[in-house]
């Protein structure tokens, strides 16, 4: 309970000074992209691993027309699409229209892939929070 008072506290804290930095002309801003407890399909995310942390950043780019092979994450990831569109379709059916400028809260454990059916290539910045010696990305059935 404590912690959560903490958290609460801390979280409003950051809102008003960001809130704050927005007020005044010239000055730099924050904006809160995405932030959830569920990937883009609505599962739940996982617990952080308990080994040594690793933070990876990739930039992935999808030629036009092209699709990325079915893949599964093993850890939380999540990206911003910079530039052109991509479809992610997961094995259950859902499917995730994104646009340049569009967040995603990647799913884990569950296999995957993104198309791009546009006329551009796709490019998509992600953050993956692993730990040390484990992959990011595996190209084959997973745990679920």
Same mark, same amino acid.
């Given at each position: 309970?404590?912690?959560?008072?903490?958290?609460? @506290?801390?979280?409003?804290?950051?809102?008003?000074?960001?809130?704050?930095?927005?007020?005044? /002309?010239?000055? /730099?801003?924050?904006?809160?992209?995405?932030? +959830?407890?569920?990937?883009?399909?609505?599962? +739940? @995310? !996982?617990?952080?691993?308990? %080994?040594?942390?690793?933070?990876?950043?990739?930039?992935?780019?999808? /030629? !036009?027309?092209?699709?990325?092979?079915?893949?599964?994450?093993?850890?939380?990831?999540?990206?911003? @699409?910079?530039?052109?569109?991509?479809?992610?379709?997961?094995?259950? %059916?859902?499917? @995730?229209?994104?646009?340049?400028?569009?967040?995603?809260?990647?799913?884990?454990?569950?296999?995957?892939?993104?198309?791009?059916? %546009?006329?551009?290539?796709?490019?998509?910045?992600?953050?993956?929070?692993?730990?040390?010696?484990?992959?990011?990305?595996?190209?084959?059935? !997973?745990?679920?």
């Amino acid at each position: 309970m404590v912690r959560r008072i903490h958290f609460v @506290l801390a979280l409003t804290s950051l809102l008003f000074s960001c809130e704050k930095m927005k007020t005044k /002309p010239g000055s /730099p801003t924050s904006e809160l992209i995405a932030e +959830s407890f569920l990937s883009w399909n609505g599962d +739940s @995310l !996982p617990a952080y691993p308990e %080994g040594k942390p690793k933070i990876s950043i990739v930039k992935v780019t999808i /030629p !036009p027309q092209s699709e990325l092979p079915k893949h599964y994450h093993p850890v939380i990831n999540a990206g911003v @699409l910079l530039k052109g569109e991509l479809t992610v379709v997961d094995v259950h %059916g859902n499917v @995730l229209e994104m646009k340049a400028g569009d967040p995603i809260i990647e799913v884990v454990n569950t296999i995957h892939f993104g198309v791009n059916k %546009g006329s551009e290539a796709a490019e998509i910045l992600v953050f993956y929070a692993g730990e040390a010696n484990k992959e990011i990305v595996v190209k084959e059935t !997973p745990m679920k």
